[in-house]
């Protein structure tokens, strides 16, 4: 009997035991499912995320491309040729032709110098003694006259040294323009970066602004010709204005004085038959 109330406590003790050990399982794996669906939806989260920003990066990298391509006909449709800078030719009889043509094509002021010296006819100096003879008005006109003549001879060498340089840097000008054309028109992708495209922009800038102020050189020469002329025109107004105020203060002495050798020449003549 003892023996049969040991054997129930053992098995009831196992059976006890047993579901006790039933519901510890069945608790922990419904949180370990919990937990695996939560990572579950974040790993879904991500693929999610990571697809859309696939395909972002996709799009992207399409349209870089796309932007990147120049159409294939771009350069036959758009390029044009400008007008060239040419050497100046002339004829040269007698040998003083081509050092101003030399000036025109190359520049430099040693060249100008040189083209004025053999093609312009040169002042000769005034008297010293002469210039000393004449009155302070005739003198003031002869040195207003000498600085009119210098004048226009510094004018012109400057301009011929200013059209030289911009004649004779035209070509490597032009070979820049040619490049940067080229560039721009190329479907090379390395020309189309950016950055590239950026370098091309500032190169255009510069070479308009170098070209500007060529174009700046050339009109203050021409300034400087038409301020030659100017004065030329005051310098003549004024001597014409100046000769009327002389006239008008000595003419009545003038006309006295002629009209008092009239009479005393009148009064010398003699219309007596005998002289008397």
Same mark, same amino acid.
């Given at each position: 009997?003892?023996?049969?109330?040991?054997?129930?406590?053992?098995?009831?003790?196992?059976?006890?035991?047993?579901?006790?050990?039933?519901?510890?399982?069945?608790?922990?794996?419904? $949180?370990?499912? %919990?937990? *695996?669906?939560?990572?579950? !939806?974040?790993?879904?989260?991500?693929?999610?995320? &990571? +697809?859309? #920003?696939?395909?972002?990066?996709?799009?992207?990298?399409?349209?870089?491309?796309?932007?990147?391509?120049?159409?294939?006909?771009?350069?036959?449709?758009?390029?044009?040729?400008?007008?060239?800078?040419?050497?100046?030719?002339?004829?040269?009889?007698?040998?003083?032709?081509?050092?101003?043509?030399?000036?025109?094509?190359?520049?430099?002021?040693?060249?100008?110098?040189?083209?004025?010296?053999?093609?312009?006819?040169?002042?000769?100096?005034?008297?010293?003694?002469?210039?000393? $003879?004449?009155? %302070?008005? *005739?003198?003031?006109?002869? !040195?207003?006259?000498?600085?009119?003549?210098?004048? &226009? +001879?510094? #004018?012109?060498?400057?301009?011929?040294?200013?059209?030289?340089?911009?004649?004779?840097?035209?070509?490597?000008?032009?070979?820049?323009?040619?490049?940067?054309?080229?560039?721009?028109?190329?479907t090379d992708p390395s020309q189309q970066t950016e950055m590239a495209v950026l370098g091309k922009i500032n190169?255009?800038?510069?070479?308009?602004?170098?070209?500007?102020?060529?174009?700046?050189?050339?009109?203050?020469?021409?300034?400087?010709?038409?301020?030659?002329?100017?004065?030329?025109?005051?310098?003549?107004?004024?001597? *014409?204005?100046?000769?009327?105020?002389?006239?008008?203060?000595?003419?009545?002495?003038?006309?006295?004085?002629?009209?008092?050798?009239?009479?005393?020449?009148?009064?010398?003549?003699?219309?007596?038959?005998?002289?008397?």
């Open positions: 009997m003892k023996l049969l109330r040991k054997r129930f406590l053992v098995f009831a003790l196992t059976i006890m035991f047993t579901h006790v050990a039933r519901a510890q399982f069945a608790v922990v794996d419904s $949180a370990n499912l %919990a937990e *695996a669906v939560k990572e579950f !939806k974040q790993m879904q989260q991500m693929y999610t995320t &990571a +697809e859309q #920003t696939r395909n972002q990066i996709i799009s992207t990298y399409n349209l870089a491309y796309q932007m990147s391509r120049m159409p294939e006909d771009l350069a036959a449709r758009y390029k044009t040729d400008f007008a060239q800078w040419t050497n100046l030719s002339a004829p040269n009889t007698y040998g003083n032709t081509y050092a101003w043509v030399n000036a025109l094509d190359i520049g430099g002021r040693p060249q100008a110098v040189s083209a004025f010296n053999n093609a312009i006819v040169r002042l000769l100096n005034f008297p010293t003694s002469a210039l000393a $003879a004449l009155d %302070a008005d *005739a003198q003031a006109t002869i !040195k207003n006259q000498y600085a009119t003549s210098e004048l &226009a +001879e510094g #004018t012109t060498e400057s301009t011929l040294s200013t059209l030289g340089s911009i004649r004779s840097n035209s070509e490597a000008f032009s070979s820049k323009l040619a490049n940067l054309e080229s560039d721009s028109f190329s190169t255009a800038a510069l070479l308009q602004i170098h070209s500007q102020q060529d174009t700046n050189q050339i009109l203050a020469a021409e300034v400087q010709q038409q301020l030659i002329a100017q004065k030329q025109q005051i310098d003549a107004q004024n001597r *014409a204005i100046n000769q009327a105020i002389y006239f008008q203060q000595n003419f009545p002495d003038t006309m006295q004085k002629v009209n008092t050798g009239v009479s005393d020449s009148m009064r010398s003549i003699s219309l007596s038959p005998n002289g008397q």
